[in-house]
């Protein structure tokens, strides 16, 4: 079985600077992915980064980078240069197969 | 391009009707299919998952089922809906092969009354 722990339940960013929303999984799957998602208040849940188990380099896409830690299993989300529409729920997955286990999520709120 | 449609978007029901809630995907064949529930504030529940027509996984005894009629849609449903019913339902794709980001649709608020 899989687990993700997001121990964040809320975070406060200045606009313009950078944060760091955490991450750290349990599982016995030697394959695996890691995910990031964005869910807006509109609701739906927008796909972010992804990062597979035996990619040795960090993924980036944009301002969006993924800390991974595979000893410490850890998947931290990197937000670079914050903007208003950042505020958002995001939630860390990880995945064996076809099954996606979501963590409980971490509310960020960019400060103007 | 591959799209997702769910619907309705919001959705009324009182404590013992039944449900249906549909959702299809366009510009891919064969793809893993996802039912998500979402309490208020908290992560996605994995309701039921499929990896073609036919085939339904049950991830969570209740009172809710699945079916996959067609190769791109996908239906919950209930006979009698309660009050735990109440959340935000979400559907998702993902490629049939690797490990592969899921994609959402929009979502439906259901509130039983």
């Known amino acids: 079985a899989q687990k993700i722990t997001q121990t964040q339940p809320g975070m406060f960013v200045q606009e313009k600077e950078a944060v760091t929303l955490d991450c750290t999984y349990d599982?016995?799957?030697?394959?695996?992915?890691l995910f990031w998602y964005k869910q807006p208040s509109s609701g739906e849940m927008i796909f972010l980064i992804y990062q597979g188990s035996y990619d040795e380099q960090n993924a980036t896409e944009g301002r969006y980078s993924l800390n991974f830690q595979k000893a410490r299993k850890s998947a931290n989300l990197v937000i670079s240069a914050s903007q208003l529409g950042d505020s958002a729920m995001y939630f860390c997955a990880i995945s064996a197969g076809n099954m996606l286990t979501f963590g409980g999520g971490t509310r960020l709120m960019v400060k103007p | 391009s591959q799209t997702i449609h769910q619907w309705p978007a919001t959705l009324v029901q009182p404590v013992g009707s039944p449900l249906s809630l549909e959702c299809t995907v366009e510009g891919t064949s064969n793809p893993n299919l996802y039912w998500y529930r979402q309490a208020a504030g908290r992560g996605l529940q994995l309701l039921f998952y499929s990896v073609g027509i036919g085939q339904i996984s049950s991830e969570v005894p209740q009172n809710l089922s699945a079916s996959r009629p067609q190769d791109r849609q996908f239906i919950l449903s209930s006979k009698k809906l309660l009050l735990s019913d109440s959340g935000f339902y979400l559907c998702a794709w993902s490629e049939g092969q690797g490990v592969e980001p899921q994609h959402f649709g929009d979502g439906t608020r259901l509130s039983i009354l």
């Open positions: 599982t016995s799957d030697q394959s695996y992915g």
